[in-house]
């Protein structure tokens, strides 16, 4: 994540009402190592994978909770538990979200497959 900047708990609008979600702001966002996003619905699953993603100018994400390890070290940061410090150049390593909802000016994926079941 480069040129990181926490900017406070959002209030989204969803389909089901309005969730609290942390929101992030960066000018851009690498996923490595092997992504995987999973949505289920009316007993079908959709699987969306890919060896990286990479997003860049105007990268905005949203999560309900952000977990992952900074230097080794585990952290959680939720809408009542948000970060209290972050630099501009951090790297997070094993990173979960929760609900994730990410926005970029540019989306690249490489090696991406999707499959239905």
Same mark, same amino acid.
């Given at each position: 994540?480069?040129? !990181?900047?926490?900017?406070?708990? =959002?209030? *989204? +609008?969803? =389909?089901?009402? /309005? *969730?609290?979600?942390?929101?992030?702001?960066?000018?851009?966002?690498?996923?490595?190592?092997?992504?995987?996003?999973t949505?289920?619905? #009316?007993?079908?699953? !959709? !699987?969306? @994978? &890919?060896? $990286?993603l990479?997003?860049?100018?105007?990268?905005?994400?949203? %999560? %309900?909770?952000? $977990? +992952? @390890?900074?230097? #080794?070290?585990?952290? /959680?940061?939720?809408?009542?538990?948000?970060?209290? +410090?972050?630099?501009? &150049?951090?790297?997070?390593?094993? *990173?979960? /979200? &929760? @609900?994730?909802?990410?926005?970029? &000016?540019?989306? @690249? =994926? /490489? +090696?991406? *497959? %999707?499959? !239905?079941?």
């Open positions: 994540m480069t040129g !990181l900047s926490y900017d406070g708990v =959002a209030n *989204v +609008a969803t =389909a089901s009402g /309005t *969730v609290q979600m942390l929101k992030f702001s960066m000018t851009s966002m690498t996923l490595s190592g092997g992504t995987v996003l949505v289920s619905e #009316g007993g079908h699953t !959709l !699987l969306t @994978q &890919d060896s $990286s990479d997003l860049s100018g105007n990268v905005v994400l949203y %999560t %309900t909770e952000f $977990s +992952a @390890q900074l230097l #080794g070290v585990p952290v /959680t940061f939720t809408p009542q538990n948000p970060p209290t +410090a972050i630099l501009p &150049d951090m790297t997070f390593t094993n *990173v979960v /979200t &929760d @609900q994730p909802f990410t926005m970029a &000016d540019t989306f @690249q =994926a /490489t +090696a991406l *497959v %999707t499959s !239905l079941n």
